[in-house]
Nanobody
Framework: QVQLVESGGGTVQAGNSLKLSCGAS????????MGWFRQAPGKEREFVAG????????WYAASVKGRFTISRDNAKNMMYLQMNSLTPDDTAVYYC??????????????????WGQGTQVTVSS
């Protein structure tokens, strides 16, 4: 059974950085659309960043553009989210996700079929 596993969450002070990682057990990424989402307490899950695995095209939510960078390492079969200049508003559970529609540029969580269990990111002021 394919599973996505996130790691790298934690507690940091505002202005600092964190790097999240996402890997897959039982699966090698090929041409999926991948993404990071987050969900803060009492709020809906929201799109953060996306990347097409084959071409490496990226896109971001306006709230994180210029601060966050999504990337992937084909050889390691891993996806990453580098988060800089963190603010308390970035506090949330972060999820990685994979969608089977090749090359689809989307921020709609319904386009993603496979989800990780989430990793907590807490930013203190």
């Amino acid at each position: 059974q394919v599973q996505l596993v996130e790691s790298g969450g934690g507690t940091v002070q505002a202005g600092n950085s964190l790097k999240l990682s996402c890997g897959a057990s039982g699966h090698t990424f090929d041409d999926e659309t991948m993404g990071w989402f987050r969900q803060a307490p009492g709020k809906e899950r929201e799109f953060v960043a996306g990347i097409t695995w084959y071409a490496g095209g990226t896109w971001y939510a306006a709230s994180v553009k210029g601060r966050f960078t999504i990337s992937r390492d084909n050889a390691k079969n891993m996806m990453y989210l580098q988060m800089n200049s963190l603010t308390p508003d970035d506090t949330a559970v972060y999820y990685c996700a994979a969608g089977s529609l090749s090359g689809l540029i989307t921020s709609d969580l319904n386009d993603f079929d496979l989800w990780g269990q989430g990793t907590q990111v807490t930013v203190s002021s």
